[in-house]
């Protein structure tokens, strides 16, 4: 485990001029209690009501080549959704546990060490219960962007990415980095995801976290039936370091945004279901290593 870490801290040292803060590893716990359908273009749904579980886990591994230290960011995460109707109307067929594997290739190539350009290739599957993998069930992802390293060591940049699930492209505002005093913590991709901490002391962290869950799911392989599940969550939560640099994280939010879309093939939406606002509450468990701790000690 050691030896991992200190080879995160090693690329991640190199390929940072000022070091941020990194997260290899998270396992994500969502739960969302039971909330009613407020609005669907279906009939018979005015009754429907919906419980959630997600759990998530993320790997991530930076590789770094040539003299200006471009880095190539694999990342792999995996979804599981469990979800739970009753009054479920029979005009469409009911999600039930659903799996999703995506796998993300993220490029970072500096022009000098001012400016630096992205590059992401994404390729998942996502499949309801009883539904096998299929390639011709992938979807894809991929884009670009520019990101520019300021004074202070942080990164701000912006970047378009082309969403298969949806069919157009979606902007990005980017910004990673720390406050002066090193007391906060930002990691953001907004819309798609934001992490923001506040260190407490050398145990405690304040999180914020937003997650916009855009995932696509297989219902029948043979009619080529499926949904669109798209999810914002907003999250207040408290981090505990275990151990270095082991963080338990346990939260408590709102669901704004929660709408579920049922395609007759990729592209051919049919009807939408949206979802009241909900309150959700999580725990995560993450690795976070600044490589400033280990290159000063």
């Known amino acids: 485990m050691n030896k991992l870490i200190t080879s995160?801290?090693?690329?991640?040292s190199l390929a940072n001029a000022y070091a941020q803060i990194f997260e290899p590893f998270n396992l994500r716990y969502q739960n969302s209690t039971t909330t009613k359908v407020a609005k669907a273009g279906f009939e018979g749904f005015e009754n429907t009501t919906r419980k959630l579980q997600l759990v998530e886990a993320t790997f991530r591994y930076p590789i770094t080549f040539g003299k200006r230290?471009?880095?190539?960011?694999?990342?792999?995460s995996h979804k599981v959704l469990g979800q739970q109707f009753d009054n479920w109307g029979a005009?469409?067929?009911?999600?039930?546990?659903?799996?999703?594997t995506r796998f993300f290739l993220k490029g970072i190539f500096p022009v000098n060490d001012k400016l630096s350009i992205l590059g992401v290739l994404a390729i998942s599957q996502g499949v309801d219960s009883g539904v096998s993998w299929h390639f011709s069930n992938n979807y894809y992802r991929y884009g670009a962007g520019l990101v520019i390293n300021n004074t202070k060591g942080n990164q701000i940049g912006f970047s378009l990415l082309m969403i298969d699930e949806l069919g157009f492209p979606a902007p990005a505002f980017i910004f990673r980095g720390s406050s002066n005093k090193k007391k906060w913590n930002y990691s953001v991709t907004f819309p798609l995801l934001t992490i923001i901490?506040?260190?407490?002391?050398?145990?405690?962290?304040?999180?914020?976290?937003e997650h916009l869950d855009n995932d696509r799911f297989v219902l029948n392989s043979?009619?080529?039936?499926?949904?669109?599940?798209?999810?914002?969550?907003l999250s207040f939560g408290l981090s505990y370091q275990l151990a270095k640099p082991l963080f338990l994280n346990l939260q408590a939010g709102l669901t704004p945004l929660n709408i579920l879309t049922y395609y007759e093939d990729k592209t051919t939406d049919i009807d939408t279901i949206n979802f009241d606002i909900q309150p959700t509450f999580g725990a995560s468990l993450y690795i976070s290593v600044n490589p400033k701790d280990y290159i000063n000690n």
Request: avoid cysteine; aromatic fraction near 10%; charged fraction near 20%.
């Open 91 to 100: 005009v469409a067929l009911e999600p039930a546990t659903a799996n999703l």
């Open 8 to 12: 995160y801290i090693l690329i991640l």
């Open 222 to 233: 043979d009619s080529g039936a499926n949904y669109n599940q798209a999810m914002l969550n």
């Open 69 to 76: 230290t471009n880095i190539i960011l694999p990342e792999l």
């Open 197 to 209: 901490e506040y260190n407490l002391s050398d145990k405690w962290r304040l999180r914020f976290e």
